[in-house]
């Protein structure tokens, strides 16, 4: 082929004149800079898809993104908005774009607020015309100088709280267009990275909250999650996902790490002397699990693989490369691992994952191992023993997962007086302070209460989760945190429990509280109400996790807020008076048939008073 003028050969100036997105891959092929798969800069190029048609590559060939979309185009398709926009710029490499939009006071507009995800900035207009900024603190761990400096950051930038998220994991929300950038540089001082915590990254890694301190976990999993959070950050290519990924830890602690809801979840096992074998000698494991993601109704599935604790990064990369290579780039809703499992099927997956890792992986029936204990619905509330001689944490109790700034430097201060100076966020949107002699717990029920904080927490508020809702997040149709203190109240006042329940409330299907796994789960919904249409919620009932995994079945498609709380009231009451000896309310709801639920939950039964019973 001839060259042009420009540098292009004739083949490519004609495919560049006739295209109809012409000046847009233009814009790419003249030498176009992004990172490379191996993190260095290479200029776009030119391949030559099906029946010589021309497919404009982003990236340079050793870019696994730029390749699986390559794949797509060669055939046909059509990218998704999201990945064009990742194809058109570099999503980490826009920080003097954040700069200068930053001393124009200016938020990012079309795909540039996606792009801004990358760096933990999340422009949540309409809700608020404001930033929300979302951490990473892997593993939950905080020191209590971390904790002050967030807070430091959130009163000056921003609305003078933090926000504990269902992912151990901490926001700043109502920051302005100017001090988008400036909050990611505190949060570099303070030694946090949030680089990918956003967008179609990994988000932040978890693992047990007790990890270390509790008395009968199998592993210690918060050294795992901080592996996994430096593996993550050091490796460009786990940058170039086609949606977002969670991966979770669990080492058998007391407090549900939910690791069941993630796309992979790594649950710790024992294996005995009588299942051993040459294979699979006596020892802990860590049964791997994939697909989890209960917003789409399912759980993370055994895959009959277990996985040595110095395996764990390993594996996860070489999972994390069959998904950037097979993940749908055209359609969003079908992007996630869910989906490749579903097509695929479970054996092929593996297969694949082991072609990556160049070895097969470790198989062994359920019967060869022992699972942990079940969780303890009341273990990240209240106080408990540690493993360590005389000392326990405290678990605080958070309103919806909220706190001020003055609260936490209050809490910081408690860790640093009382205890080493470190603090545990948990999943359930609250946090522990771990490394407390007995002699000081009083003193510390003490100052907690002088926050306006809790150590304590009725049934109701001990499993009390709600995401943002409409007052800081776009998606959402009702007041999810200011309803959920609504429900607690009312409820709080005439229904006296004896078991934990939990109740989870979510804005819209994303369901970021995680309602189907709840007692009781309510996604927000608008709904008629004469001419008008006013905040509501679909109900679900009968959810589980862990040793109770279940999803949720719906008994009312949508109901206006202010009928809920007296008909959450009529279906307690009907437990109490119904149930078994030692029944949750999840097992008892999954008992009934939905009719005889929709008959005890009718207005036309008439409330009635507080009443305390005992199993």
């Avoid at 990994?202 to 795992?224: H, M, Q, W, Y």
């Avoid at 592996?227 to 669990?250: A, Q, T, V, Y």
Wanted: proline share 4%.
């Amino acid at each position: 082929m001839s060259s042009t003028n420009n540098g292009f050969t004739e083949a490519q100036k004609n495919y560049l004149q006739g295209f109809a997105l012409g000046a847009d891959v233009a814009r790419k092929v003249k030498s176009l800079p992004v990172l490379s798969g191996s993190g260095g800069m290479a200029e776009a190029a030119i391949e030559l898809g099906p029946q010589g048609v021309q497919v404009a590559s982003g990236t340079s060939n050793s870019s696994l993104e730029a390749k699986a979309q390559d794949r797509f185009l060669a055939a046909g398709k059509k990218l998704s908005k999201e990945e064009q926009a990742k194809r058109d710029k570099d999503g980490l490499g826009i920080w003097s774009e954040m700069k200068q939009a930053a001393r124009d006071n200016q938020f990012p507009k079309g795909t540039d607020v996606f792009l801004w995800k990358f760096h933990g900035l999340f422009h949540v207009a309409p809700a608020q015309d404001s930033f929300m900024c979302r951490l990473r603190i892997p593993g939950g761990e905080l020191k209590s100088w971390q904790l002050r400096g967030i807070a430091e950051l959130a009163e000056q930038f921003g609305g003078g709280y933090v926000d504990i998220t269902t992912r151990a994991n901490l926001q700043i929300r109502e920051i302005a267009a100017s001090g988008g950038c400036a909050v990611h540089e505190g949060l570099a001082d303070l030694g946090l990275v949030n680089k990918g915590s956003g967008a179609d990254n990994i988000r932040n890694v978890t693992s047990s909250a007790t990890s270390g301190i509790d008395p009968k976990e199998f592993i210690e999993t918060l050294p795992l999650a901080r592996e996994m959070h430096h593996h993550i950050l050091n490796h460009r290519e786990l940058f170039g996902l086609p949606r977002k990924f969670n991966i979770s830890f669990d080492g058998g602690g007391a407090i549900a790490t939910l690791e069941d809801t993630n796309d992979i979840g790594f649950q710790a096992v024992r294996v005995l002397d009588a299942g051993a074998t040459a294979e699979v000698p006596a020892g802990i494991y860590f049964r791997l699990t994939l697909g989890g993601i209960t917003g789409h109704r399912d759980f993370a599935r055994d895959t009959g693989v277990l996985v040595a604790p110095q395996e764990c990064v390993e594996v996860a990369h070489a999972i994390l490369r069959v998904f950037i290579d097979h993940g749908d780039r055209t359609d969003r809703k079908q992007a996630r691992l869910k989906y490749i499992l579903d097509r695929w099927g479970f054996p092929k997956f593996v297969a694949e994952v082991e072609q990556q890792l160049g070895r097969k992986l470790r198989k062994a029936s359920s019967d060869a191992y022992t699972l942990p204990r079940a969780p303890d619905r009341w273990a990240h509330v209240g106080v408990h023993p540690q493993k360590q001689a005389d000392r326990y944490y405290v678990g605080v109790v958070l309103p919806v997962g909220r706190m001020t700034c003055a609260q936490s430097r209050a809490i910081a201060d408690i860790a640093e007086r009382h205890g080493r100076g470190r603090l545990r966020l948990t999943v359930w949107q609250n946090l522990l302070i771990p490394d407390i002699a007995e002699a000081d717990l009083d003193a510390v029920k003490r100052e907690i209460e002088a926050t306006g904080l809790d150590w304590n927490a009725t049934a109701i508020r001990s499993g009390l989760i709600a995401c943002t809702g409409n007052a800081g997040c776009k998606f959402a149709a009702a007041d999810t945190k200011g309803q959920a203190m609504a429900l607690a109240a009312y409820l709080d006042e005439r229904v006296e429990l004896d078991v934990p329940i939990n109740i989870h409330v979510t804005g819209c299907p994303n369901s970021c509280a995680q309602h189907y796994i709840g007692d009781i789960g309510l996604r927000g919904t608008k709904v008629e109400a004469g001419e008008d249409m006013v905040e509501g919620y679909e109900i679900v009932v009968g959810g589980g996790y862990a040793d109770q995994q279940n999803v949720g079945r719906q008994l009312f498609s949508q109901m206006a807020f202010s009928d809920i709380p007296p008909t959450i009231e009529r279906l307690l009451l009907f437990y109490l008076d119904e149930r078994r000896q030692g029944e949750s309310f999840a097992a008892f709801a999954n008992r009934q048939e939905l009719s005889a639920l929709l008959a005890a939950a009718s207005p036309t039964v008439e409330p009635r008073q507080k009443k305390a019973v005992c199993l």
